[in-house]
């Protein structure tokens, strides 16, 4: 091969990325390696005698070649099946790293793997996870139910913020089991939402207060305090559930009511069966 400068080698190396990347070997050392040469010659900054040799080894030299290519084999096989979680594509790719280069692996981690086959061997088998048509109708009203919650609630509780948030895509998308593989939603996030939410869930499947009865529902009167602050009073009037229950805007459950000769969703903490004192 001619003497080369580096920027014609940063050149070769990009082909010789592609070429590791279509291997399946785009985080070996080599590809990682070149990808900061390529990045370094951008930048207009040379190659020292050391890196040039490795640089040139990358370039004439075969693609290398796993260690243990059977296990390989089979996490490839599991890499290319449908509904596969995002997840687990990561924890295999990386136990794809070990097999390729030999490295041994502790029992725990050999079962680990192997399990995550064999949920990629049962989705290839059935298609992938997806909720049933009732569980998809709770996840409707769990992400309705969490407008509950702020920012800042979110913040401090980040299961149930991802949870909530592939959610909303799931179901924004078309609740398909595609969907759900796409977008990370699985049965961890679904349960999550679940457990979260199992009070208000069980008060809209079996309402306290039944449609045709009569409860007792406020009206807020407010008045001035000073001039600055103002006061809340409430008027209790004899009311008649409408409908069942629904969630609100503020991701409350509430029954629909004619109060005071107005209809309204009234928050379920406000419905009393007895006239407040």
């Known amino acids: 091969m001619p003497r080369l400068n580096d920027a014609s080698r940063a050149e070769l190396l990009k082909a010789r990325v592609a070429e590791y990347e279509a291997a399946g070997l785009g985080n070996h050392r080599n590809a ?67 097999a390729f280069n030999g490295w041994a692996l502790s029992e725990k981690q050999a079962s680990f793997m192997e399990n995550l086959l064999a949920e990629a061997n049962e989705i290839a088998k059935t298609g992938p996870w997806c909720p049933t048509p009732e569980e998809i109708e709770k996840i409707r009203l769990c992400i309705d139910l969490a407008k509950r919650y702020d920012e800042s609630y979110f913040y401090s509780h980040g299961g149930l913020a991802k949870a909530v948030a592939k959610g909303r895509l799931f179901l924004a998308e078309g609740a398909t089991g595609e969907m759900a593989s796409k977008f990370g939603f699985d049965e961890w996030c679904m349960n999550h939402l679940f457990k979260q939410f199992k009070t208000p869930l069980s008060e809209l499947a079996n309402p306290k207060h039944p449609a045709g009865e009569m409860r007792w529902a406020p009206v807020r009167e407010h008045f001035n305090v000073g001039p600055w602050n103002r006061g809340v009073k409430k008027h209790w009037h004899l009311s008649m559930v409408v409908d069942a229950p629904v969630v609100d805007d503020k991701g409350q459950v509430a029954y629909p009511m004619i109060v005071a000769g107005s209809f309204a969703n009234v928050a379920s903490k406000d419905v009393k069966k007895r006239q407040p004192k």
Do not use: C, H, Y
């Open 32 to 98: 990682r390696f070149a990808r900061s040469m390529i990045a370094r010659a951008a930048r207009g900054r040379g190659f020292s005698a050391a890196q040039r040799k490795w640089v040139m080894s990358i370039i004439e030299d075969d693609l290398p070649a796993p260690k243990n290519a059977d296990l390989v084999a089979r996490i490839d096989e599991a890499l290319e099946v449908v509904g596969l979680s995002r997840r687990t594509k990561e924890v295999l790719s990386d136990f794809r790293v070990k």
